[in-house]
């Protein structure tokens, strides 16, 4: 492991209440003003407990503590082996050429002082924090193959990862295809990242345990991911595989495409679904990617897939492709609703080999292909949706075995408004 400084390093608080830098392997805690403080050392907690014990009767666990890198520790790594339950590993900035295990209940965010919370321009459209830029975990001289960062599986412990650009992943020479950041049976906080350059495969992992992984399915993925920007990856910028509920808001995603393939294989999506995958998709923007967000071999689940408050536009695909997994469906269901669709290569929304999908309150327009297109869909709801500019059908109904269509707007389609294709009778 190696590491280098791209930035000059500012002393931490701690260096500058204690009047110099604090000692390798000291672990701070927070004052009731939320200033960094040192713990005191062995003895003196030690007379400490012996004291609440007298007096108490019980021993109270020590307040989580803050460990510093590099002031405390040289690496991410190194402060990661030593750090205990709801400690937080807090990172100077830098560049870190390191492969990262988060250890269960721990924090790892980013140095926010010297203006580390500003918002400043960032790789896309959104503006980003400025620790995220100065803050980097590279896995380019990496050889063994691995996710760059990764969280334990199988807990349900609070944890945090907040402000990291994670960067340049190789193609490993066996051929092994794997995301930067995995998230397997737990349910951290993902925060205010960038993720950028795999050239192994995608860019985050949200799944439950399967077969070979832990107890099969039994484990749900509920991770909060929110304000990230994820690019340029070879494959889905963020993948739900079974068991994933994870909450994905308010990221941006785009330039992700599978790599090697022709033109209509590298429609890696911008947020993809697997199988009984069931996230809460809101408020995202998705963008030049093979699809913006997508699903496929969609498999029974009580709950819906829900997709609301998106803007996405551009993709080599659709903008939404939904595929049900075939034969005999139950409980394949959809709500799509209040989200902007334009400019797609092919249809603007796609749905296959489902039992029910909704669609309302969308604006669709000027896709390459139909607006809204159902394929075997036992049955759709149609409501309050803006279509027009497409240039095929403003809608598609082929093989939908019943709906309802109210109050929708759609005009300036180039083939027709509404195109009912063996529509079937109840």
């Known amino acids: 492991m190696s590491r280098t400084m791209d930035v000059r390093i500012p002393s931490s608080p701690v260096a500058a209440g204690s009047g110099g830098v604090p000692a390798r392997g000291r672990r701070h805690g927070t004052d009731s003003w939320g200033r960094s403080r040192a713990v005191p050392s062995a003895p003196f907690l030690l007379g400490g407990l012996v004291l ?8 109270s666990r020590l307040p989580a503590g803050e460990l510093l890198v ?3 520790y040289f690496s991410i790594s190194e402060a990661m082996e030593e750090a205990a339950y709801g400690d937080t590993v807090v990172v100077m900035p830098g560049v870190y050429n390191e492969r990262v295990v988060i250890r269960e209940g721990v924090n790892l965010v980013s140095w926010d002082g010297d203006g580390g919370n ?8 959104k503006k980003v924090l400025r620790r995220t830029l100065r803050t980097i975990i590279d896995g380019s001289d990496i050889e063994e193959p691995g996710y760059l960062v990764s969280f334990p599986k199988d807990t349900t412990a609070p944890m945090r990862l907040d402000g990291f650009t994670l960067r340049n992943m190789p193609r490993y020479v066996s051929g092994v295809q794997l995301f930067m950041l995995e ?6 906080t993902v925060v205010n990242n960038i993720l950028t350059g795999n ?13 070979g992984m832990g107890p099969a399915l039994d484990t749900t993925a509920r991770p909060l991911i929110a304000d990230n920007v994820i690019y340029d990856n070879r494959g889905p910028g963020i993948s739900n595989g079974s068991n994933s509920a994870a909450v994905i808001r308010d990221n941006e995603i785009f330039d992700n495409k599978f790599a090697g393939k022709t033109a209509r294989m590298r429609a890696a999506p911008g947020i993809g679904v697997r199988e009984f995958g069931r996230p809460l998709i809101e408020s995202n923007i998705c963008y030049r990617n093979g699809s913006g967000i997508g699903a496929i071999n969609f498999d029974s689940n009580e709950q819906p897939l829900v997709i609301k408050n ?16 075939g034969g005999v469906t139950t409980d394949i269901r959809a709500v799509v609703e209040n989200n902007r669709v334009y400019g797609n290569f092919t249809s603007g929304m796609r749905f296959s080999k489902m039992d029910q999908v909704i669609v309302r309150y969308n604006a669709v ?8 297109g159902f394929y075997n869909v036992n049955e759709v709801i149609i409501e309050d949706n803006e279509v027009y500019g497409n240039l095929t059908s403003g809608m598609r109904l082929l093989d939908v075995a019943s709906g309802g269509l109210r109050r929708n707007h759609v ?9 009912l294709i063996s529509w079937k009778k109840e």
Do not use: K
């Open 52 to 59: 609440l014990l007298l007096s108490l009767g019980t021993v």
């Open 70 to 72: 590099p002031d405390d």
């Open 118 to 125: 500003e918002l400043v321009d960032g790789p896309g459209m």
């Open 310 to 325: 998106n803007v996405i536009f551009n993709n080599r695909r659709a903008g939404i492709g939904l595929r049900g997994i």
């Open 411 to 419: 005009y300036r389609n180039a083939t027709a408004g509404i195109d």
């Open 365 to 372: 327009y000027n896709n390459r292909r139909s607006g809204l």
């Open 199 to 211: 050239q192994s495969w995608g860019g985050m992992l949200s799944t439950g345990l399967g077969i």
């Open 183 to 188: 998230i397997r049976g737990c349910s951290p």
